[in-house]
């Protein structure tokens, strides 16, 4: 008799540890909310979507504000699904980190504002203001000799990373052609300062060895910066310096997009 009662017990508990389990498993699966936006399906936590009141994903999950249904039954909100990403993992992460290159912050701050949600909108438009500024701003570039900064070549351009694409590019030129780097040069943030610089008869040229060898012309160095300013989809505006008579000879060059 006592062994039947014990095996009662042991089933009620095994049901009730069944019972239990299947609560928290349909708990996590209504936790999670697929959105179809645009077209794009994203799904993630509830507790996300609703992190920040009274916005418009916040007042949807919380049955404040009336959303259509897809032929699933996912929610559809009718946006650029694919900015929405950015959208989601402000929500995720608590802050704006957005790719390298980004360029669709006026899209961006849209959509931030119809989603009600003033932090990001306020964040993005500051990146945009402060991009709008830096691309107002001209960098330039300076390879100059040691001894005399009047010699060398100054580059121009309003776009900062393009300064730094054309300053590494220039530098693996010069060590591909140059047996002594880095002793034969040094890099600064604007600066690339060779040894020295002399005067031959066609043009100005960098020597760095005792017995006057020429390793690298500054016509080559001029070469390299307009080539990659080409690939990049900049146009050389103009030679700063008109006097010398051509590109070739001149002593700056100004690149803008």
Not at 2 to 23: A, D, L, P, Q
Not at 56 to 67: D, Q, T, Y
Not at 84 to 92: G, S
């Amino acid at each position: 008799m006592e062994r039947k009662i014990n095996k009662r017990e042991k089933e009620c508990e095994e049901n009730h540890s069944s019972s239990e389990g299947s609560e928290q498993d349909k708990e996590y699966k209504t936790s999670l909310i697929t959105l179809n936006v645009g077209g794009y399906l994203y799904i993630t936590q509830k507790q996300t979507l609703t992190k920040y009141p009274d916005s418009f994903l916040e007042g949807i999950i919380n049955g404040k504000i009336m959303c259509p249904f897809d032929a699933d039954g996912h929610y559809f909100i009718d946006r650029d699904g694919l900015l929405f990403r950015h959208i989601l993992n402000f929500l995720r992460n608590g802050e704006l980190l957005l790719p390298e290159g980004f360029r669709e912050n006026q899209l961006l701050a849209q959509e931030a504002d119809f989603f009600q949600l003033k932090v990001l909108s306020d964040a993005v438009k500051s990146k945009w203001e402060k991009e709008q500024l830096a691309s107002r701003e001209t960098t330039f570039l300076e390879i100059t000799d040691s001894h005399d900064r009047s010699q060398g070549l100054r580059i121009f351009c309003n776009a900062p990373d393009f300064i730094a694409k054309i300053k590494s590019r220039i530098v693996l030129v010069s060590k591909s052609r140059l047996d002594g780097f880095p002793e034969e040069f040094s890099v600064s943030s604007n600066i690339i300062q060779f040894k020295y610089f002399i005067k031959s008869e066609n043009g100005t040229r960098l020597v760095l060895k005792e017995d006057n060898t020429f390793v690298c012309t500054l016509e080559t160095l001029k070469f390299e910066a307009i080539m990659t300013a080409l690939k990049c989809g900049f146009r050389l505006l103009t030679s700063l310096d008109c006097s010398k008579g051509s590109i070739v000879h001149s002593d700056a060059l100004h690149f803008i997009k």
